[in-house]
């Protein structure tokens, strides 16, 4: 079942959130959504037949929210490298600005949710393979970055980038724009291709 993203599904999901940050998911009944997002329960059941459909659709949500954040900056006539740059300040910037995606995105992918999804990555639909996956597989084929496995660089790129928004959230740092250049400058250092 599909879900059109309404003002009224874009409230629950709004919502579910909210109370996921504070609650986690074993925390935050269906009653506690419907009460926070004013509606009534029958009306989140009629867009959600149960909690895993909502979480899974909150995860398409949060997802296409989070990609349109971190590629608003990014035109392809900007050198790939430039590209790079770009898009982790934005996903840098997305997970200290926007609390309850980050609290959500956490959950989620230490969650039987998660494993839920991850046979479906390779099909078409919401849970294809990912935006960001996708550019670093451009950066490959462009050779601007190197022939590694593109789950490594992922996870070098989105740990350090979600690292560095957590040291700032939780006060460990201050935003510096030259030592968030440094750290994108020894991810790109690392994998950029040299000819």
């Given amino acids: 079942?599909?879900?059109q993203f309404t003002d009224k599904t874009e409230n629950i999901f709004k919502s579910t959130l909210s109370l996921i940050k504070d609650n986690g998911f074993h925390g935050t009944p269906m009653s506690q959504i419907a009460k926070h997002a004013d509606v009534a329960i029958g009306t989140?059941?009629?867009y959600f037949p149960s909690k895993?459909?909502?979480i899974l659709h909150l995860?398409?949500?949060c997802r296409k929210e989070l990609y349109a954040f971190i590629f608003q900056n990014v035109h392809p006539s900007m050198p790939y490298k430039e590209q790079f740059f770009t898009v982790f300040r934005s996903f840098?910037?997305?997970h200290i600005e926007q609390r309850e995606y980050s609290?959500?995105?956490?959950?989620f992918y230490n969650s039987p949710y998660h494993e839920m999804i991850r046979t479906k990555e390779h099909e078409e639909g919401p849970y294809a393979q990912n935006a960001f996956i996708k550019f670093i597989q451009a950066g490959i084929a462009d050779k601007a970055i190197k022939p590694l496995n593109e789950q490594i660089i992922c996870a070098a790129y989105i740990g350090a980038a979600i690292t560095y928004a957590k040291n700032i959230v939780y006060g460990r740092n201050e935003h510096n724009e030259q030592e968030l250049t440094d750290l994108i400058t020894i991810i790109w250092d690392g994998i950029k291709?040299?000819?």
């Fill in 59 to 61: 995860f398409e949500y």
């Fill in 193 to 195: 291709y040299n000819d």
């Fill in 103 to 107: 609290c959500f995105f956490e959950q």
């Fill in 52 to 54: 895993e459909n909502l």
């Fill in 1 to 3: 079942m599909n879900v």
């Fill in 44 to 46: 989140i059941y009629h």
């Fill in 92 to 94: 840098s910037k997305f």
